[in-house]
């Protein structure tokens, strides 16, 4: 150990500095300041480091709140302004999810109250399978969009139907709400909007990528295609949610 004040060798049972005096424990008490300092410094930097990720989470939900609230007022326009940049297309992707999440469950509750004997409707396996479904028609429309020699890309594809998606998603939420209010008609109404919605939200997509490119497919063939490839895919994937679904249910359930 050496004298803070004069880099003389001490001992440790000194408590004195031999060579100049002075006292070895304000040595000590200085060291002791000095990580206190430091431990408080870097508790500052935790706690503001956790603030700064708590303001980036509330900057993010706006956004995507004013991304939503844009979709609503103009959904055509929105889908036509947005780029390929990550953070509009992690919006449509969140839109799109939202989406597969909703459906399932509207079914699920309008199951459980229209089945006396409280069937318990799967509600895991029928969102995965539509979450395939709208990745394939986001690569049908993407490809469609190239067939009309558009210079889209994957990015601005899955933003822009993304934002065409946000009205279909407000619908379904509707949906789901009068299903858990037990007003049943109204449900079934919103729920028949809602698939339209994403009809037309796959037809203005296309219409979206292809209405400006020249010497490729036709606006309008392109749609058809895009509609009629989305809808074979439809019939299979149908078939499977149908038989997941009889396969899921328990059997004691309908006793």
Same mark, same amino acid.
Not at 31 to 51: F, L, M, P, V, Y
Not at 121 to 126: G, H, K, L, N, R
Not at 222 to 245: D, K, P, Q, R
């Given at each position: 150990m050496k004298c803070h004040a004069c880099s003389y060798e001490l001992s440790a049972d000194d408590n004195f500095c031999e060579n100049c005096g002075q006292k070895v424990h304000q040595h000590a008490e200085a060291i002791e300041t000095a990580r206190a300092e430091s431990a408080s410094t #870097? !508790? !500052?930097?935790?706690? @503001?480091? @956790?603030?700064?990720?708590?303001?980036?989470?509330? !900057? !993010?939900?706006?956004?995507?709140?004013?991304?939503?609230?844009?979709?609503? +007022?103009?959904?055509?326009?929105?889908?036509?302004?947005?780029?390929?940049? +990550?953070?509009?297309? &992690?919006?449509?992707?969140i839109?799109?999810?939202?989406?597969?999440?909703?459906?399932?469950?509207?079914?699920?509750? &309008?199951?459980?109250?229209?089945?006396?004997? @409280?069937?318990?409707?799967?509600?895991?396996?029928?969102?995965?399978?539509?979450? #395939?479904?709208?990745?394939?028609t986001i690569g049908v429309i993407?490809?469609?969009?190239?067939? @009309? +020699?558009?210079?889209?890309?994957?990015?601005?594809?899955?933003a822009s139907f993304g934002s065409m998606m946000v009205i279909p998603l407000v619908i379904l939420i509707l949906s789901f709400i009068m299903a858990l209010m037990n007003v049943l008609s109204?449900?079934? &109404?919103?729920?028949?909007?809602?698939?339209?919605?994403?009809?037309?939200?796959?037809v203005y997509t296309v219409h979206l990528f292809l209405k400006d490119s020249t010497g490729g497919l036709d606006t309008f063939y392109g749609a058809l295609i895009a509609?009629?490839?989305?809808?074979?895919?439809?019939?299979?994937?149908?078939?499977s949610i149908a038989t997941s679904f009889v396969?899921?249910?328990?059997?004691?359930d309908m006793m």
């Amino acid at each position: 150990m050496k004298c803070h004040a004069c880099s003389y060798e001490l001992s440790a049972d000194d408590n004195f500095c031999e060579n100049c005096g002075q006292k070895v424990h304000q040595h000590a008490e200085a060291i002791e300041t000095a990580r206190a300092e430091s431990a408080s410094t #870097i !508790e !500052e930097k935790d706690q @503001g480091s @956790g603030n700064v990720d708590v303001d980036k989470v509330k !900057e !993010e939900l706006s956004s995507y709140w004013t991304f939503c609230l844009n979709a609503l +007022k103009s959904p055509f326009h929105t889908a036509s302004t947005v780029d390929g940049s +990550k953070h509009l297309m &992690i919006y449509g992707i969140i839109t799109i999810v939202l989406a597969a999440i909703a459906m399932p469950l509207i079914f699920s509750s &309008i199951v459980s109250t229209l089945a006396p004997w @409280g069937v318990d409707m799967p509600v895991a396996s029928p969102i995965f399978y539509i979450l #395939i479904y709208f990745a394939l028609t986001i690569g049908v429309i993407f490809v469609v969009a190239k067939l @009309g +020699k558009s210079s889209v890309s994957m990015q601005q594809t899955i933003a822009s139907f993304g934002s065409m998606m946000v009205i279909p998603l407000v619908i379904l939420i509707l949906s789901f709400i009068m299903a858990l209010m037990n007003v049943l008609s109204l449900s079934f &109404i919103f729920l028949g909007m809602a698939m339209t919605a994403v009809n037309l939200a796959i037809v203005y997509t296309v219409h979206l990528f292809l209405k400006d490119s020249t010497g490729g497919l036709d606006t309008f063939y392109g749609a058809l295609i895009a509609i009629a490839v989305l809808a074979i895919i439809l019939y299979v994937f149908g078939e499977s949610i149908a038989t997941s679904f009889v396969n899921d249910l328990d059997p004691t359930d309908m006793m």
